[in-house]
């Protein structure tokens, strides 16, 4: 099992950017695929980015894609979400999850590990 605490959200204007990290407690970050996903009130919780075990591939939506960029360093056992063009659209709780695979996750029962998640507000 590994902890993930999020950071990095708030409130932005449409238009803005945020970026969103998550660290992982076990040195043996590198073993586990990562995704990050939200989930709106009354929504079910959605994929908006995966990245596989080694960093080399990954997966957005058609959502979010060209927008959001997922990324991971695993000197640091993080994985960031870089998010641009931000619309209210975007508004969610972010969550920041692992799969012990090496390969692409892109359903939220495919992970066993989720952090508490952080807000994300984009105001109109």
């Known amino acids: 099992q590994v902890q993930l605490v999020e950071s990095g959200g708030g409130l932005v204007q449409a238009g803005g950017s945020l970026r969103l990290s998550c660290v992982a407690s076990r040195p043996t970050f590198s073993t586990y695929a990562m995704g990050w996903f939200r989930q709106a009130p009354g929504k079910e919780r959605q994929v908006v980015a995966a990245?596989?075990?080694?960093?080399?591939?990954?997966y957005y939506p058609d959502s979010v894609k060209g927008r959001f960029t997922i990324s991971r360093d695993s000197a640091k056992n993080t994985v960031y979400l870089q998010m641009n063009s931000l619309t209210p659209e975007d508004t969610a709780v972010y969550y920041c999850a692992a799969r012990l695979s090496a390969g692409l996750g892109l359903t939220f029962r495919e992970y066993s590990d989720w952090g508490p998640g952080t807000q994300v507000t984009v105001s109109s």
């Open positions: 990245i596989n075990r080694s960093g080399g591939s990954t």
